[in-house]
């Protein structure tokens, strides 16, 4: 990557001695609730990856924590430690819920006393009806389909200390759900999990990372993301036959080979099309990278430097 000089390359059997493990938090049942469809995750992976990742993401949290004492002091007043944002970036279909779901479990494990909440910036897309009158349906996914000046204003609002409502989105029926909202009540650490999280200022002056304490980027080669994405799909179909709400039912009941075919042209003509233009620009701005190989084992993590 051409961003390489400015990180650690670390291979995973480096990666995996940084700490200790004392217990292992989560079992394999666990594990199983936690990830997402057609992804692939093992205690292995969480020993070996992310209990190292964890500790981390503290050492960078004390930071912040003594950067705001220091803060309090040169200005002779309290100043309450905001909340610390973690932001989650990379390709669709390329494990960012399962990880973002995972790091919230382990860190709400690890340190019981932080109040650890999540949020994906699907609530933030436009709703289908806005992108129909726009034009923009087959553009759902790239920066213009997004409401970023709301995300950045909600970011900026939880920053501060006030209770923000998060619109809901659905997988199942591809929209916005109407006037159903999630409330993140003044957490401790948030995550924020979604595509376009490093990507894209909402005016020349504010970016939706500038509101990110740590930001991890999930990498792996576009022909393993676009094998990801249509087993995904296709796993999609076996279910969603059950259900005429479900937004994949007219493709789950017709040609399967027609289906398969569609979703061929809609990764190339817009998931890879966005990755190429819109996400994988952004890698370069991530604190870790972590690249996964086949069976979405992660074989290498990047630190950045500075």
Known sequence: MKESMN?????????????????????????????????????????DVYIPLTHLIHLYMK?????????????H????????????????????????????????RLFSRRNVQLITTDGFLYPNAVLEERNIMNRKGFPESYDMQRLIQTLNEIKTGK?????????????????QFETIEQPDILIVEGINTLQLPANEQIYVSDFFDFSIFIDAEPDLIEKWYLERFESLLDT?????????????????????AMSRTVWKNVNLKNLEEFILPTRG???????KQENHLVDQISLRKH
């Open 7 to 47: 990180y650690y390359e670390i291979p995973r059997s480096e990666w995996q001695s940084f700490y200790t493990k004392e217990h292992m938090p989560l079992t394999q049942d666990e594990l199983d609730s936690i990830k997402s469809l057609n992804d692939q995750i093992s205690v292995q992976d969480v020993e």
């Open 63 to 75: 930071e912040f924590e003594s950067l705001t004492l220091s803060k309090g002091l040169f200005l």
């Open 77 to 108: 007043r309290y100043v309450k430690v905001p909340p610390f944002i973690i932001g989650i970036a990379g390709s669709v279909a390329v494990g960012k819920s399962t990880v973002a779901r995972l790091l919230q479990t382990l860190l709400s």
């Open 163 to 179: 209770d923000v409502e998060i619109p809901l989105y659905s997988h199942q029926i591809y929209d916005i759900v109407p006037n």
């Open 240 to 260: 969603a036959f059950l259900d005429p709400k479900n937004y994949y039912y007219q493709y789950a009941i017709g040609d399967r080979q027609k289906a398969l």
């Open 285 to 291: 701005r991530a604190d870790v990278i972590l690249h």
